[in-house]
DNA sequence: CTTGACCCTCCCACCGGGGGACGGTGCACA
DNA sequence: TGTGCACCGTCCCCCGGTGGGAGGGTCAAG
């Protein structure tokens, strides 16, 4: 019996290079059998290689190795799968904004420029029930679900003055982390968990309306701020959207209104 | 009027950071409408506004910034599309190889471990129809596909004398690039075009079935090495693989049989 | 004119991997 | 018992696309 097999013997039958399996090692993923410790020699067994295919399958995921090495220490199966399914999430996830990467990508293209209907709006100061925090652009898609889920529970048996809406620093799209508001407007805000009693300044929006999901939604902020540079305004402080209809209020996307304003101020005269 | 947007500005309007708007202006994808020679500051117009969202698009496709520069500066839209639908081509190979990679990581982990047929096989020297190049591993399933159809096509008419097959250099799958072989035995092997008679050397094989599609193939060749070392054998040159049912012989993949078959030798023993 | 927000360039870090330099080791064969 | 050569070791730099931050100039409102 040799001392095990070497680190390019060990490549050959896991189909991975050697300067990879180096990595994993240093990684902590795969420690070789043995190390002679004159040399600094690796040496493999045959035991490793359904591990090292296991790792293999992750990286083609595009785990990233402290994940692939959390899920390699875990014991308990359970919560590697948990680990596992998680990550195919957000691989499902990714899948679903490519295909609406793909599908918005294709609008772009066509040259046939729709009328944008956009208005100018002076919005009165007014109290809502409110969730604010700070979020990263990550979190946000998840944050709002949740947020709204407790500000409609908060607010349930208030009388209803409108549809919900919401307030995103621009920060949150230029750097990827930003103040996020949720509101309901309703009679009476209560202070409830996370929801307390906020009041909006008055503004002046340069307001149009989103059809759909939100997958493109950029596309019809960069036609709003299109029009507001063009009329010669200038964008002022956070975006506002109100959620005329959405998935709360009619199953079918394409039955989704979504209202964006942009708060402007008209430049001074050359 | 003003100079044009400041890049902050235009990275509120597009949903881009500052800095990724510079690094655009750097690889040539979007040059500012002006800059001013004194300050160096970029200016944008709203003009600027759809390219942009454009190549956040292609970006958000993962297409590298050299092919995005390559799609905006070509003017010709047939062309455009069609660099633009090759892009999504290639997602769509990845997407397939995530699903296979999804399906075997589940194998993988399936404790029950099935038996291994392992059978020890003296090949003859035998003289073959083949063809035979240096190949990268991201070319070889095409070089494949071309290989065995001029294969084919030459060897029409000469009588078959087995199924066809395959020889993989060991440097293939450990860095990436190496010598493949592939051929079909027929009598009085023709030479014409790349096709050119090989005489395969005799070898003792060590050979295993691998069934279906070949995606996860390499972890039959992972159990066909753990068998190898555990019976105090060494690898000992290229793979080779016998195509003894494949797409060419039966449409549905789970009929697929492929041999692969590994040169091995007696370690001498201790 | 000051102040603070903005912009500039430049360098470093990240991820997972490859290329290559340079020197030490294993092993088969002479 | 040497000798040659393929192998292995570490170290550093490169890629692509992006973020962080330093250090210094510029713009515009008060």
Known sequence: MRSGLSIGEFAQLTHLSVRTL???????????????????????TSQQIPPAQVIHRLRQLDMPLAEVGRILTTEDPETREALITSHLQRLEVELDRTR????????LLRPDVEQLDVRLCSLPARTVAAIS??????????????AMA?????????????PPGGRYDNEL?????????VYRPVADPPTLGRVAPETLPATELAITVHHGVHHDIDVTYG???AWVVEHALAVDG???ETYVCGPRDDPEPQA????????VFRLSPA
Not at 100 to 107: F, H, K, T
Not at 256 to 263: A, F, H, K, L
């Open 173 to 181: 799209f230029t750097i990827g982390r930003g103040r996020v508001l």
């Open 22 to 44: 180096r990595r994993y090692h240093e990684a902590g993923l795969l420690t070789p059998a043995s190390i002679d410790p004159a040399s600094g020699y690796r040496y493999y």
């Open 223 to 225: 036609r709003l701020g």
């Open 100 to 107: 609406a990467a793909v599908v918005s990508l294709r609008q």
């Open 256 to 263: 989704w209104r979504t209202e964006i304003g942009w708060p």
């Open 238 to 240: 956070p975006v506002h």
């Open 133 to 146: 925090d700070l979020v990263s652009l990550d979190d946000v898609l998840a944050w709002y679900d949740d």
């Open 150 to 162: 407790e500000l409609d529970a908060a607010a349930a048996g208030h009388k209803r003055l409108g």
